[in-house]
Structures are given as structure tokens and as C-alpha cells.
């Protein structure tokens, strides 16, 4: 863009030397001569001329040259004595400082002198004060800017781009009233706008770009009604867009990318009718964004938007856009919701499309467009498709992947090859497309599975330190495809192409673009790199917008990801220095690992120190599901005015591996077998100490006895705090037994857990409890105090949870349940999959809980949700498929590969969280919904009403129709989704809290059958099954291996006391 701006400018200045040289001609007398001192003026810029100019330092200028020699480089008139007006020796190789006898042509009113290597200004310039135009660009120009401008009071066009320029702007620049078109990009100038800029009041070019300014706009600006270009990128402004400019009603090119503005998106944007081109991106807007603001602004050809944050993503529309002119349409990652809308696809000018990263649904349509040569739908809920979709843009650069079609009318495949259909389909079996472009697709090998993953991005194989990267020196990138290597171990994503993709940005000149061997993809740089590995930093990987890699078929597990970076790109550029690259330049960025930002606004050279100076981000991910997911997000900041290379994501180098300290199996059960010998040697040590024996204790030994060391209680506290186990206090039954509310002397509120004589659950349940919950903590898991084993008696001491539990709120009395309104269940469904995340996939000790269900959610006084009862819970080890099990649970939410054949992973605790999801937003219990004979459980009806297409009347009528409708639909299909009949396809819950969290969407498919179309015995089974008594009472509570001797818990308490 810059070089484009330039050239602009050196069109104009030619079409007024040949003006002038005419007007020269005409009027001069071939016998005017030139005074003496500007004679000299003229020849001590002569005298700059390198060797190899055509005009050497040889050339000399004579006073009776005016006019006759050199007339494309010096402007006379000589209508009386001659004079030099004007000077035009922009790119001719001269250097050094700015000759101080410059000074002396006082009549000058043209000094070109841009895109030479003058490093400083002499103040004998001052002396000029007839100057109009000033175009020093492109030069090593330094210092701050000199104050003596404001003199020149005709001054028309200041233009000093490109040099060093630093320190703040001067506000006396505002004194000039001629100037119309102010150029300042590309410097180093910090500080704030003058307000005094305000008074340029025929300003019509205001140009910032490319600097350090910061802090909020001046009111004032909104003063420069004439304005009709605004350039303000890559800065570091803040605040609100002000409401003064909605003066500014001649605005047409307005860019503000690459700072922090935030608040709305003002209306008065509308009011500017004659805008063509506006640059919003890179910045912090909310939403709302005003339905109409862009919908009249007929000449509009760019809108460039991106990244939106604010309300819930329901309650964003889709903005009307005036596509009457429209050529190029950014709205990326705004969590756009709906179809595309028909003005979109209806537009015959629109020529580049960037929906990606949205939420949009439905079908793909027929865009009428001839010229729509890139459109980018990458990341979206797109199900469907218009069978000829493809018609006008078969040539075209196509991003539709990680959507959600079942499957594709594709052209001839000769046609995709530059599509990129990565994971874009349910059902690619009749697609000319390879496995990749199935959903989910994670691995093609399910035997072969590795611990490691080396890349060196952007180059051939290497060895470095005796570990071997891969080659990833594939030409092709933007949005041309889906890379995969050759073993299929990894994979690369690229979206966006650098020479098109923004129209009205600079292209690449023919002088910059790379060689016919090399890719604008790639960058290579084989010298001057005196970091260690450099054979790894010698290449990297360039991409517009977005660069995902992708591990495939690893270990699932802990890894440690290195991601390796050096700005290579940016020195193989003309006459950039080092000043300038490390300073005004700027490569910024996004990282993600497996969805979670790790890195936001990464600038490489700032974090590196400098250009070809290296630097290694070091991340521990979790890897489940045999997938790595690395996504490196251009969102809009940083340069992008220079050469095509010097925005986007750049990386050089990926190594991967597995955490080698990982537990083994028989570490874990050495710290498990550890910390249940500590709970016995202490139960020892207060048995010895009397702590469990029947004696008196006074009121004054109790307080110090309230939390002993080690947590815990004695029976008389426990009495003390329940008033004797009073009914009063009595919170509710469970399968464990009775649990009650107790105040401690101190004034603390607790749960007490009494472990029933009628229970079949003992001595081991309570120790595993213990064992369990207390090598845990979370906030969404219960949080143990103590516990106490005395008089024939089991007692767990919990924080007292203030509504109770989930069951009680959803099926207790009127008043608990009109607290339940929808944003408290969402809210629900998230803590309890947090919790189990943390069970299954974040704790060391990694957990199937066994027994989820409402009873089991207790829930705190803002209704957060916290998981209880571990007396169940087992460990399992990540690299073991499944445990055969004696089957231990609850009618009703076990899933049926447990319940029928004692299979257990962490699976089963997803389909117990899908059962219990429905009943939050059903309100209804599980098990006891009984509206006909025909449906007996609640997930039978569920899938009924899924299969008739009416799944949402599922929704708790008491809610009315305060509740989000497309929130809801999405969360009875993702409980849907946790209840598969088969476990592999039931999501893991991290994956779960991504979907509630709004981060990811449903990719999975449930039956249209309560269990399984193709096999109605097993239904019948199950049926049979859930109607039984085999495993447990009928009843919510029932649990399995249930006995009624009370005999039993008297032994296995005294069995206790034994061992300690």
C-alpha cells in the first residue's frame, strides 16, 4: 500500500514538472542565468550522485543550464530573473545529509527528494518558506520532526513516510491553513495526536500508519470536515471512536487496523455516505453492532471486520450490507449466527468472501457473484448445500473446512484442487476426496499410534542435536488445500492468499516477489543466522490469516509442544534497516493449543530481540482423542502496508513429545497405598490418644478438638454440631445414608455424611471415599473437612452446601425449583463437566466417578454445581481401552456397556452427565416419567421426540419462554450426543465444556433409536434391563450389591480398628 501511495504521488509530481517544463519553455528566455548561490545549491546535491548514476558527481550545473539541461530534475523560471521553483531528484541514489546551501533557494516551491539514503535535514531549510510540496519519503531521516514546518504557510502536502522519525508529533504543525494531505507513516513516533491537528481545516489526507502513537483520539479531528482519507493503523491508539466524526461526511477511506479502539461500532458510520474502503479489524469492538449501520452505504467496496466480542452469541444477527459496490467482505470470528444471507450470495460484485469462524448454519448457496475468486467458510455449522453451490466458483479459492455437512456434490476434482475440505463431511464415501475429509478425522492407522512429532517448517529434513524433523516444503499454501504427509503422522491447514485477498492493499512488485523456485508461502534465509540450529530458523511458514497443524495418531497423554520462531521475512526487503524492522514493523499473532489461547498478540521480533534472532514458546498439553491441534490466527494487527510477507503467522519449527515422568500404574497405587497407611497410622495415633473412645469431653476440650491436625472429628463433635443427629437437621437419604447439617463451636457450617446400617457400603467405601476426595481439589468437586469412625459409626464431614442438592432442586418443593431458570441450569451443566473434565482428563489420579446423578450434584448458594459421593469412584489408566468391573451404580443412569457387561471407561460417566443434562432441562426425573406405557424412561421419550424432529418440547414447561431456543436445542443435542449406545463416539468432557462454553460445536452424531437401529434385541435387553431389579431398587436411589445386614457395617467397622 505504501509503495502504491508513493507512486501516486511521484504520477502527480510528473504530470506537474511537465506543466511546469512547458510553462518554462514558453515563457523563459534562452538568456537567463541563475544566481551564484543557487548554482552552488544545485551542484551540492549534483555532487551526491553515486559513480554509477548516469548522472555522476562529475555533473556539474551551470547558471545558463536553466531550462536547457536537466529538465527532469531542476524547474526554473525565468519570466524575470531565473530562479529555482522546483527540485525533483527523488530515487537518485544521493546520501548523507540534506546539503545546508538548499537553504538558499528561496524561491523553491517543489522539493522532491524521496527514496534516496539522506539521513539528516539542515535548518537552513526554514529559509524556504514558499515551499507547497515536501516529499522527503523513503529515507534515513531521523530525530524529531523539525518545528520550523509550521512556517511554510503555503504549504499544500508534507509528506516525511518512511524514515526515523521519532519522538511526538509537534503541534505546531497545526498552523498550517494551505495543507491538505499530511503523510507521517512508517516512523517511530509515539505520544498522542495533537488536538492542534484539529485546526487543519483543508486537511483532506491524514496519514499516521505504521507508528507508536497511543491513547485516545482528539475530539478535535472530528473538526476536519474536509477529510476524506484517514490512515491510523498499526498503533497503539485506544477508547471510543469519537462521536465528532460523525462530521466527517466526506469520508472515504477510513483504516484503523492493529489497535485497541473497543466500545460499539458507532452509528454515524452510516452518515458517510461517499466511504468506499473501511478497516475496522484488529481492534476490541463489541457488540451490539447497529442492525443498519452499514446498510446504506451504496459506494461501500471493502468492509473489513473481525473478532467481535460481547454479548451471547445468540443474540448476534447478521448486519444488512449494502453490496451495491461491494468487492470485498470481511467478517470473521464474530460468532455470526444463521444462514448466509441472501444479500450476500445475491451480490454480482463481490469478489473475495471471509465468513470464517462463525456459527453459521444451513445451506451453502449458489453465489451469483462471476468474479468471486476467494471465499473462506472455514470453521462453521454449515449442514447442507445447494446441488449446483459449486457453479460460479469452480475456479475459485475455496475454504469450506471443519463444517458440518453430511456429505458434498463436488465438481471434477481436477476443479478442487485449490478447495480446502479438511473435516468437512460426516459421510465422504461418495466424495472424490481422501479420508481427511471426514469429521473428526484423527488418525487412518487405529494400530499405530506415537510419542513424538519433529517439523521444520518451511523446509527439507534436518538433523538437529541427533533428532531428525520432517520436511514441510510444500509450495502451495493459502487456501489451495489440505496438506498431508506422506507417513500421515501430521498435517497443515492454511487459509488466505497474500497477493488478492485484500483488495485495495499493495500487491507485490515485480522487483519483490519471490523467484519462480520459491513459494510467497515459504520464507528462506540462508545467511547471516548465528543462532544455534540455524538450520532449523533458515526457513518458515507463512499464512495470511490462519496456520493449523495437526498431529495425528499420537499416544493420548501429556505432551510438551515447542514452537520455534525467527523473523527471517522481513530483511530481505530494500532498504529497510534494522531500526525500522525491529520497531515499526510488526509480524503479530494468535496461538492456540487444543482451543485454549496461549498466545495472544505475539510478536515474534519483540520477544526475539531483534530480526533473525530465534525464540522458543514452550507449552504441556493434553493430547486426547490421538489428535494435536496447533492454530496460529492472524486477527488483524501489526503491518500491513509493506511487502506480503510482513503480516500473518510465520513459524519455523515444531517439535513435539510425550512427558516422560508420567505416572505408571504402580506409582499410582504406591501414593494411594501411601496416603490410605497415613489415614491409618493416624486413625491409630488418636485411637491411642483416646480420640475414639466413649469418655466425657469437656465443652472447653471440644473447641480445641474442633479440626485436629489430619482433619478429623470425633463422635461428640459430630453430635454436638447435628444436635444428636436431630431430625430437624436432617438434609436428605442418599445410598450411602443419611446426611445431616451441623454448626461446629466455631461457627462453620458442615455436612455430615452417616454412613446407614442398612446399606451394603462399608469400611472400603468409606476409606476409598477418603482416599479419593482428598487427594482432589477442584471447585466443582465437593470439598472434604474431615471424617470420623467411632461408635459402630462411619462419618464423612463435607462443607455445608447451602441449596442442597440437584435432585432437591429439581424435584423438590414449588418454591426450590422457581429458582432453577435457565441460565442457573446452563450454569449446572458447566460445573458438573468441569468437574468431571478435571476426574477424567486433568487430575493426576485420573477417575470414573461411577455414580453421577442429581443426588450426587450438590450445589452451593450461587448454584454452582459440585460433584459428591466418591465411595464408587476408580481409578483407571489412560492407555488401558477398559477395566472389566463389578458393576456398582445407580438404575437408570449407568450406561449400558456397563451395566450389561461391566465395561468401564470414562465414558460411562459422560452418558450418567447426558442423563442428568436432560433432566435439568426437562425438569423431569429419569426414571419416574412415566406419560404412557409405551415410554418409560426419560432418555426413551428424548429419543423419540429427537427422531419426530421435536426434541426442544423437552424444555421444563415451568421456564415459559424465558430461555435461549437455540441454546437449548444445542444442549439436548449434546446430551443426546454423551448418550450413544457406543462409547467411542460419546464425546470426552473436555470437549463437552467447550460446546457449553460456546467454543466448539456438536460434531457428533447420537442414534435415531434409543440404542441402536440395527439391533433391537439389545433395546429389548436394555428395556427388560431398566425395568428389573437385577442390579437395584427401582427407585432413583436404588443402588447395586445392595444388603440389609447391619451385622455387616459393625464388622467391617471393627475390622477397621483392627488394622489400625
Known amino acids: 500500500m505504501k509503495e502504491h501511495l508513493l507512486l501516486c504521488r511521484l504520477l502527480c509530481s510528473i504530470l506537474l514538472l511537465s506543466a511546469l517544463t512547458c510553462k518554462t519553455i514558453v515563457d523563459s528566455t534562452s538568456n537567463g542565468t541563475l544566481p551564484p548561490e543557487e548554482v552552488k545549491a544545485i551542484n551540492s546535491l549534483f555532487k551526491r550522485f553515486p559513480r554509477t548514476s548516469k548522472l555522476d558527481r562529475d555533473s556539474n550545473f551551470s547558471a545558463s543550464d536553466c531550462n536547457k539541461k536537466f529538465t527532469n530534475l531542476v524547474i526554473c523560471d525565468c519570466n524575470a530573473a531565473c530562479t529555482v521553483t522546483g527540485l525533483y531528484l527523488s530515487s537518485a541514489g544521493l546520501k548523507g545529509e540534506i546539503p545546508k546551501e538548499i537553504g538558499k533557494l528561496t524561491s523553491l516551491a517543489t522539493l522532491y527528494l524521496a527514496n534516496n539514503k539522506f539521513s539528516k535535514i539542515p535548518s537552513s531549510l526554514q529559509n524556504l518558506s514558499k515551499l507547497s510540496s515536501i516529499l522527503l519519503d523513503d529515507n534515513y531521516l531521523g530525530g524529531h520532526i523539525p518545528t520550523f514546518f509550521s512556517q511554510m504557510k503555503s504549504l499544500t502536502m508534507l509528506s516525511l513516510t518512511d524514515n526515523n522519525f521519532d519522538g511526538p508529533i509537534p503541534p505546531e504543525l497545526g498552523a498550517l491553513p494551505s495543507l491538505k494531505s499530511l503523510y507521517l507513516d512508517g516512523n517511530l513516533l509515539s505520544g498522542q495526536i495533537p488536538s492542534q491537528l484539529g485546526n487543519l481545516s483543508n486537511l483532506m489526507i491524514l496519514d499516521l500508519s505504521d507508528n507508536g502513537l497511543s491513547g485516545e483520539l482528539p475530539y478535535e479531528l472530528g473538526n476536519l470536515t474536509n477529510l476524506i482519507r484517514l490512515h491510523l493503523p498499526n498503533n497503539n491508539f485506544s477508547g471510543n471512536l469519537l462521536q465528532s466524526f460523525d462530521q466527517l461526511k466526506n469520508m472515504a477511506y477510513f483504516d484503523i487496523r492493529g489497535n485497541n479502539f473497543n466500545g460499539q461500532i458507532p452509528a454515524f458510520i452510516a452518515q458517510w455516505k461517499d466511504i468506499s474502503k473501511l478497516y475496522l479489524m484488529g481492534n476490541n469492538f463489541e457488540w451490539p453492532v447497529s442492525h443498519g449501520v452499514f446498510q446504506s452505504l451504496k459506494n461501500l467496496e471493502i468492509l473489513q471486520l473481525a473478532d467481535i466480542t460481547g454479548s451471547p452469541r445468540q443474540d448476534r444477527y447478521f448486519p444488512i450490507v449494502n453490496t451495491q459496490s461491494l468487492k470485498h467482505l470481511t467478517l470473521r470470528n464474530c460468532s455470526l449466527g444463521g444462514q448466509i444471507p441472501e444479500f450476500i450470495w445475491r451480490s454480482r460484485s463481490l469478489e473475495y468472501l471471509d465468513l470464517s469462524f462463525n456459527n453459521l448454519v444451513g445451506e451453502l448457496p449458489t453465489f451469483a457473484s462471476d468474479n468471486l475468486k476467494y471465499i473462506y467458510l472455514r470453521g462453521n455449522m454449515l449442514n447442507n448445500s445447494s446441488q449446483g453451490w459449486f457453479t460460479n466458483i469452480s475456479n475459485s479459492s475455496v475454504d469450506i473446512s471443519e463444517n458440518k455437512f453430511p456429505s458434498l456434490p463436488l465438481p471434477d476434482k481436477s476443479i478442487t484442487k485449490n478447495w480446502n475440505l479438511f473435516s468437512c463431511c460426516s459421510n465422504i464415501t461418495d466424495m472424490p476426496i481422501e479420508a481427511w475429509g471426514q469429521q473428526d478425522y484423527h488418525c487412518d492407522n487405529k494400530k499405530l499410534k506415537y510419542d513424538h512429532l519433529y517439523i521444520n517448517c518451511g523446509g527439507g529434513v534436518a538433523s538437529i542435536n541427533g533428532t531428525e524433523y520432517e520436511a514441510d516444503n510444500e509450495t502451495l499454501g493459502g487456501s489451495s488445500h489440505f496438506f498431508l504427509s506422506p507417513n500421515k503422522k501430521w498435517g497443515y491447514s492454511s487459509m488466505g492468499s497474500f497477493s488478492e485477498s485484500y483488495p485495495g492493499w499493495w500487491s507485490p512488485s515485480p522487483f519483490r516477489s519471490p523467484s519462480p523456485s520459491q513459494s510467497k508461502y515459504l520464507s528462506y534465509k540462508t545467511c547471516d543466522l548465528n543462532m544455534s540450529d540455524a538450520i532449523l530458523y533458515s526457513t518458515a511458514r507463512i499464512a495470511p490469516i490462519s496456520l493449523k497443524y495437526y498431529g495425528f495418531c499420537l499416544k493420548n497423554g501429556h505432551y510438551i509442544v515447542k514452537l520455534h520462531f525467527a523473523e527471517i521475512a522481513w530483511n530481505q526487503q530494500r532498504g529497510l534497516n534494522q531500526t525500522k524492522l525491529s520497531s515499526t514493523l510488526k509480524r503479530i499473532f494468535n496461538v492456540k493449543i487444543q482451543d485454549k489461547q496461549v498466545m495472544t498478540n505475539f510478536n515474534i521480533v519483540e520477544q526475539a530481540k531483534g530480526v533473525d534472532q530465534s525464540i522458543t514458546q514452550e507449552f504441556e498439553v493434553h493430547v486426547n482423542n490421538s489428535q494435536l491441534e496447533i492454530h496460529l490466527y492472524w486477527a488483524g494487527k501489526g503491518s500491513t502496508g509493506y511487502r506480503f510477507s510482513q503480516y500473518g503467522p510465520l513459524i519455523s519449527g515444531i517439535s513435539v513429545h510425550r512427558v516422560k515422568d508420567k505416572l505408571s500404574p504402580l506409582v499410582i497405587a504406591g501414593i494411594v497405598a501411601s496416603a490410605l497407611l497415613i489415614v491409618a497410622l493416624a486413625l491409630l495415633l488418636l485411637w491411642e490418644l483416646g480420640c475414639f473412645r466413649k469418655k466425657g469431653l469437656h465443652d472447653e476440650e471440644l473447641k480445641g478438638m474442633e479440626l485436629l491436625s489430619g482433619s478429623f472429628f470425633n463422635a461428640r463433635q459430630i453430635k454436638a454440631a447435628t444436635q444428636n443427629f436431630s431430625p430437624a437437621m436432617k438434609l436428605g437419604e442418599g445410598g450411602f445414608g443419611s446426611v445431616y447439617k451441623g454448626v461446629l463451636l466455631n461457627g462453620t457450617a458442615i455436612a455430615v455424611k452417616q454412613l446407614s446400617s442398612k446399606s451394603g457400603q462399608g469400611i472400603h467405601e468409606f476409606v476409598n471415599e477418603v482416599g479419593t476426595i482428598s487427594a482432589l481439589q477442584h471447585p466443582n468437586l465437593v470439598k472434604l473437612l474431615g471424617c470420623c469412625a467411632e461408635d ?223 439391533d433391537s434385541a439389545m433395546a429389548e435387553e436394555m428395556v427388560g434391563f431398566s425395568q428389573s431389579a437385577e442390579f437395584g431398587s427401582t427407585s432413583q436411589e436404588g443402588t447395586s450389591n445392595a444388603n440389609s445386614s447391619s451385622q455387616a457395617v459393625s464388622k467391617e467397622v471393627e475390622k477397621f480398628h483392627t488394622v489400625c
Not at 845 to 871: E, Q
Request: proline fraction near 5%.
Open 792 to 1014: 459402630n459409626q462411619l462419618l464423612l464431614v463435607y462443607e455445608f452446601m447451602e441449596n442442597n442438592s440437584l435432585a432437591h432442586a429439581l424435584f423438590g418443593p414449588n418454591e426450590v425449583r422457581s429458582r432453577l431458570n435457565w441460565p442457573t441450569r446452563v450454569q449446572i451443566c458447566l460445573g458438573i463437566a468441569k468437574g468431571l473434565t478435571f476426574l477424567h482428563e486433568e487430575s493426576k489420579l485420573k477417575i470414573v466417578h461411577r455414580d453421577i446423578k442429581p443426588t450426587n450434584i450438590l450445589l452451593d448458594k450461587d448454584f454452582n454445581a459440585k460433584i459428591s459421593d466418591f465411595g464408587i469412584a476408580k481409578l483407571y489408566e489412560e492407555e488401558v481401552t477398559h477395566v472389566v468391573s463389578k458393576i456398582a451404580g445407580t438404575t437408570g443412569y449407568m450406561a449400558p456397556e456397563y451395566a450389561m457387561r461391566g465395561h468401564l471407561t470414562n465414558k460411562a460417566d459422560v452418558y450418567s452427565f447426558g442423563v442428568v443434562t436432560l433432566e435439568i432441562v426437562s425438569g423431569k426425573n429419569s426414571t419416574s416419567y412415566r406419560p404412557n406405557d409405551e415410554i418409560v424412561y426419560l432418555l426413551d421419550l428424548a429419543y423419540v421426540l429427537r427422531q419426530k424432529g421435536n426434541l426442544i418440547e423437552l424444555v421444563d414447561p415451568s421456564l415459559g419462554s424465558d430461555y435461549s431456543l437455540e441454546q437449548a436445542n444445542a444442549i439436548l443435542e449434546l446430551a443426546m450426543w454423551c448418550t450413544n449406545l457406543s462409547p467411542s463416539l460419546r464425546p470426552p468432557m473436555s470437549e463437552v465444556v467447550k460446546t457449553l462454553e460456546g467454543k466448539s460445536k456438536i460434531v457428533g452424531a447420537s442414534p435415531s433409536a434409543p440404542y441402536s437401529m440395527d
